[in-house]
């Protein structure tokens, strides 16, 4: 089993490292106050990580000096040679760790929210010089790109907002839809070149959080050929406390019957929650997962949730190196 042999490959969408790094400058890569840490991360047999850049309230109005240090900490106190994680570019670099057998592991860059860009849709073009390769236009709230989930007046994309779409698919780089109002998502996966992402969220019909898609938004992310990353957000499972790790499970198998079981993958929102589901609460758990999934599926169908559809999704849709 899992547990007594080398962990399988994972790749993980979404995790909030870099925020706490950059508010407390003390803490490395291997704090013990972090979810992810370097050696958590080997542990749990993780050889793709997502680090999303995320500015919260108590960092000041956020502009593009919080977006370039959560850059500059990912690339001095994670990557290799320091943190001794690759960075994760280009399509042939995903190509070589889908067929690597290799114990490296990779660590690609988000944008969680574009309110950092002030208002300038141009600014990805230096984010994507900079290494980030997947954007979400905003949080939970409204910006100067488009409206959150919880914006109560549900609008979609600001002009602003579309232009930095357009600029997103001349790049080259990802969207994500996690965050996104309803009417924001809908526009974004008309508006996008490639398919997009949810990368954290999980199915609003097994439990009603507003950050969980409908049918609907999960069956356009199917017929894209989109991923949506399953996530381990306590509150996303249920109303209140730690649940149990099955709990997923019934997420899993809804998206699975609408169709969805070629496009799952995981995102875990590691440090960006204060709770944890039981035995998920950091990446050297994902062993426990494996264990649990194969009780119920397939090994091939826990190879692909856990790692492959992930990898499959960015050979098709990262851009190719520019020589």
Avoid at 174 to 185: C, I, N, T
Avoid at 311 to 322: E, V
């Amino acid at each position: 089993m899992p547990t007594t042999h080398q962990p399988w490959p994972v790749a993980d969408f979404h995790c909030d490292v870099l925020c706490k790094m950059m508010l407390n400058s003390g803490l490395d890569f291997n704090h013990p106050e972090l979810d992810v840490t370097g050696k958590r991360l080997e542990a749990g047999g993780v050889k793709l990580q997502t680090f999303a850049i995320y500015i919260p309230a108590e960092a000041g109005n956020p502009g593009m000096d919080h977006v370039a240090r959560q850059i500059q900490i990912f690339q001095e106190r994670i990557a290799a040679p320091k943190g001794g994680l690759k960075t994760l570019l280009w399509r042939e670099e995903a190509e070589r760790v889908a067929r690597s057998d290799s114990r490296e592991i990779w660590g690609m860059l988000s944008l969680e929210g574009v309110d950092g860009l002030e208002g300038n849709p141009f600014y990805a073009d230096l984010c994507f010089a900079l290494g980030v390769r997947l954007i979400g236009l905003t949080w939970n709230f409204a910006n100067w790109a488009a409206d959150g989930v919880l914006e109560r007046r549900n609008a979609a994309l600001t002009n602003k907002g579309r232009e930095l779409v357009q600029r997103c698919n001349e790049l080259g780089m990802l969207l994500d839809v996690s965050h996104l109002s309803e009417r924001g998502f809908w526009e974004v996966m008309e508006q996008s070149a490639r398919p997009p992402v949810a990368s954290h969220s999980n199915a609003a019909a097994v439990f009603p959080h507003p950050r969980n898609l409908n049918d609907e938004q999960i069956k356009a992310l199917i017929i894209r050929n989109g991923r949506i990353g399953l996530t381990f957000v306590p509150m996303f499972l249920q109303e209140k406390g730690s649940p149990p790790m099955d709990r997923l499970l019934n997420h899993l198998e809804h998206i699975c019957a609408l169709g969805g079981a070629e496009h799952i993958m995981f995102g875990s929102d590691f440090d960006g929650i204060q709770e944890h589901v039981i035995g998920l609460e950091h990446p050297g758990c994902y062993p426990a997962l494996t264990e649990l999934l194969l009780k119920y599926y397939p090994e091939e169908l826990v190879k692909r949730w856990l790692f492959g559809s992930a990898i499959s999704y960015l050979q098709a849709n990262l851009p190719k190196k520019q020589n």
